[in-house]
């Protein structure tokens, strides 16, 4: 979300006192003759994780996304549990589920400060939290993102900081060693989600989302800070110190940009088929109303095909108006854009973003309907659509066949 630090910083101190208070893998892998110009590869494995050590309950999570596309795309919602237009921490809330009658089938935290050690992330929302509703959500059989506004390894800002940074972490910069610290917390995090069991119980598996929407520029790894081959290999050497140096094998990595419109612009600085999961994008553009569907459902469409011919999820991963002044916006622009084709039917999911809880200053943030506003009750016809699923109305996405 491009919203700026300022605004969610004030919003973190509100919330602090609530706290104290399987089809088409025939084209799968397949290079294509410009791929290599683009930095994409077909080293992985047609159809299975990019971490080719995945747990078993990662690689159910997968497999299982796969086979559901096409059929159900799952509905999400950041910060869903922790606080909602009215309140905040209060157990079992949910303005999701307080309005649709469901709660939502993705759930989305953000782990920005944990690389400075906090006990709580940049809207302050305390990790320990996060780890409870993350652990408690998989139990559900949910799926849980991690996204990361990392705050600057140069200058020390936010990650709308956009001193030149990206040179300084790769191997060989001035900041590489504490970039690689900055990890060391990231992978202690994601490796203490364990759901109960013996031997220590369970990896939760979790899709992580780092680096998003870099072609924009308000990121300090966006756009005009960083060429596209050093965002290639920030991302690369991510994915590899996470996943070969910590262990870190309950994750899949999302490559989400901002908005495109061709496939080349999408694949811009796409890091290659073995460092990525799921082909997502974020859009706060062209779904505003039903006058930019043909925009919407064309990216839709873009992002589902390279996904499928990379034997990869898709996934509109950011999306939503903010204070949803169209009461019917839910089946009258979002739903018929879903369900427009076979393509724009296989993503994996649809995640809309926060409800900061109502202030001064954020009077009317938020992207899910609350009881009582306007399109509350058309959400609750979306909700009932047979494409769209919430918590419950999907197989457990874990179970194995073998």
Same mark, same amino acid.
């Given at each position: 979300?491009?919203?700026?630090?300022?605004?969610?910083?004030?919003?973190?101190?509100?919330?602090?006192?609530?706290?104290?208070?399987?089809?088409?893998?025939?084209?799968?892998?397949?290079?294509?003759?410009?791929?290599? @110009?683009?930095?994409? %590869? *077909?080293?992985?494995? +047609?159809?299975? =994780?990019?971490?080719? /050590?995945?747990?078993?309950? &990662?690689?159910?999570?997968?497999?299982?996304?796969?086979?559901?596309?096409?059929?159900?795309?799952?509905?999400?919602?950041?910060?869903?549990?922790?606080?909602?237009?009215?309140?905040?921490?209060?157990?079992?809330?949910?303005?999701?589920?307080?309005?649709?009658?469901?709660?939502?089938?993705?759930?989305?935290?953000?782990?920005?400060?944990?690389?400075?050690?906090?006990?709580?992330?940049?809207?302050?929302?305390?990790?320990?939290?996060?780890?409870?509703?993350?652990?408690?959500?998989?139990?559900?059989?949910?799926?849980?993102?991690?996204?990361?506004?990392?705050?600057?390894?140069?200058?020390?800002?936010? @990650?709308?900081?956009? %001193? *030149?940074?990206?040179? +300084?972490?790769? =191997?060989?910069?001035? /900041?590489?060693?504490?970039? &690689?610290?900055?990890?060391?917390?990231?992978?202690?995090?994601?490796?203490?989600?364990?759901?109960?069991?013996?031997?220590?119980?369970?990896?939760?598996?979790?899709?992580?989302?780092?680096f998003h929407e870099m072609s924009g520029s308000w990121f300090w790894w966006g756009g005009r800070h960083a060429t596209p081959d050093e965002y290639r290999q920030l991302w690369r050497f991510t994915v590899t110190y996470l996943r070969d140096?910590?262990?870190?094998?309950?994750?899949?990595?999302?490559?989400?940009?901002?908005?495109?419109?061709?496939?080349?612009?999408?694949?811009?600085?796409?890091?290659?088929?073995?460092?990525?999961?799921?082909?997502?994008?974020?859009?706060?553009?062209?779904?505003?109303?039903?006058?930019?569907?043909?925009?919407?459902?064309?990216?839709?469409?873009?992002?589902?095909?390279?996904?499928?011919?990379?034997?990869?999820?898709?996934?509109?991963?950011?999306?939503?108006?903010?204070?949803?002044?169209?009461?019917?916006?839910?089946?009258?622009?979002?739903?018929?854009?879903?369900?427009?084709?076979?393509?724009?039917?296989?993503?994996?999911?649809?995640?809309?973003?926060?409800?900061?809880?109502?202030?001064?200053?954020?009077?009317?943030?938020?992207?899910?309907?609350?009881?009582?506003?306007?399109?509350?009750?058309?959400?609750?016809?979306?909700?009932?659509?047979?494409?769209?699923?919430?918590?419950?109305?999907?197989?457990?996405?874990?179970?194995?066949?073998?």
């Open positions: 979300m491009i919203a700026s630090r300022t605004a969610r910083a004030s919003f973190a101190r509100l919330v602090a006192l609530g706290v104290a208070g399987l089809a088409l893998t025939a084209c799968a892998g397949r290079a294509r003759p410009d791929d290599a @110009a683009r930095g994409v %590869t *077909a080293t992985s494995v +047609a159809g299975a =994780p990019a971490d080719p /050590r995945a747990t078993r309950e &990662t690689r159910a999570l997968f497999a299982n996304l796969r086979t559901l596309a096409g059929r159900r795309i799952l509905f999400g919602h950041h910060d869903d549990l922790a606080y909602g237009h009215t309140w905040a921490y209060q157990a079992g809330r949910s303005d999701v589920n307080e309005t649709a009658g469901a709660y939502p089938a993705v759930y989305e935290w953000d782990l920005s400060e944990i690389e400075r050690d906090s006990a709580a992330n940049i809207d302050g929302v305390p990790f320990a939290r996060i780890r409870g509703w993350i652990v408690d959500r998989y139990a559900r059989g949910d799926v849980n993102v991690l996204s990361w506004h990392v705050n600057n390894p140069v200058s020390g800002g936010n @990650a709308w900081d956009t %001193t *030149a940074a990206v040179a +300084a972490v790769l =191997p060989g910069g001035a /900041r590489h060693a504490e970039y &690689t610290a900055w990890l060391d917390r990231v992978a202690a995090f994601a490796t203490s989600l364990r759901a109960p069991g013996p031997n220590g119980g369970t990896l939760v598996p979790v899709v992580f989302r780092p140096r910590k262990g870190a094998h309950n994750l899949l990595y999302a490559f989400a940009p901002d908005v495109f419109d061709t496939p080349d612009a999408y694949l811009a600085r796409y890091p290659g088929d073995a460092y990525v999961d799921v082909l997502g994008y974020d859009d706060y553009q062209s779904v505003r109303s039903p006058a930019t569907r043909p925009q919407m459902t064309e990216r839709m469409r873009i992002v589902a095909r390279l996904a499928a011919e990379r034997g990869k999820l898709a996934a509109l991963t950011e999306t939503g108006v903010e204070a949803l002044p169209d009461s019917l916006w839910w089946t009258g622009t979002l739903l018929p854009a879903l369900a427009q084709d076979s393509l724009t039917r296989r993503l994996s999911w649809v995640l809309v973003w926060r409800n900061a809880p109502q202030s001064a200053e954020h009077p009317h943030h938020f992207y899910a309907p609350y009881a009582g506003q306007a399109s509350a009750a058309d959400f609750a016809r979306f909700r009932r659509d047979p494409l769209i699923a919430f918590d419950g109305d999907v197989p457990d996405l874990y179970r194995t066949t073998r």
